[in-house]
């Protein structure tokens, strides 16, 4: 049972903006932090972003700082990655997975996450 799913990928140009969306239809995201991560071609998983429970702490890569922003609606259920000055290097699937605990620290080096989604593709062009 795919408990999340996310929405937005898409082919842009370098220096193009994009918002990827995830919907949780789980019944523990309010209380769950969030993270997006993503794969690129021949590379391993990393990690991209993640945000508490609430909304008020979030933590970034260091490739990302600056130009992702991630957010969340717990009434919707929904996480977002707004995704500006993209960059050739951005190219990956990104995907959208539930920590199992409330805190940032629950995503980022987790070694099990609570659900994954199956991945929007997100190209940049040059």
């Known amino acids: 049972q795919v408990q999340l799913e996310e929405s937005g990928g898409g082919l842009v140009q370098a220096g193009d903006s994009l918002r990827l969306s995830c919907k949780d239809s789980?019944?523990?995201?309010?209380?769950?932090?969030m993270g997006w991560f993503r794969q690129a071609p021949g590379k391993e998983r990393e990690f991209v972003a993640a945000i508490n429970w609430g909304g008020g702490v979030t933590y970034y890569a260091d490739s990302v700082k600056g130009r992702f922003s991630i957010s969340r609606d717990n009434a919707k259920k929904m996480v977002y990655l707004q995704m500006n000055s993209l960059k050739p290097g951005d190219t990956a699937v990104y995907y959208c997975?539930?920590?199992?605990?409330?805190?940032?620290?629950?995503?980022?080096?987790?070694?099990?996450?609570?659900?994954w989604g199956q991945g929007t593709l997100v190209t940049v062009s040059s």
């Open positions: 997975a539930r920590g199992n605990g409330a805190a940032t620290t629950d995503i980022v080096g987790a070694s099990v996450l609570g659900a």
């Open positions: 789980g019944s523990t995201f309010s209380i769950r932090a």
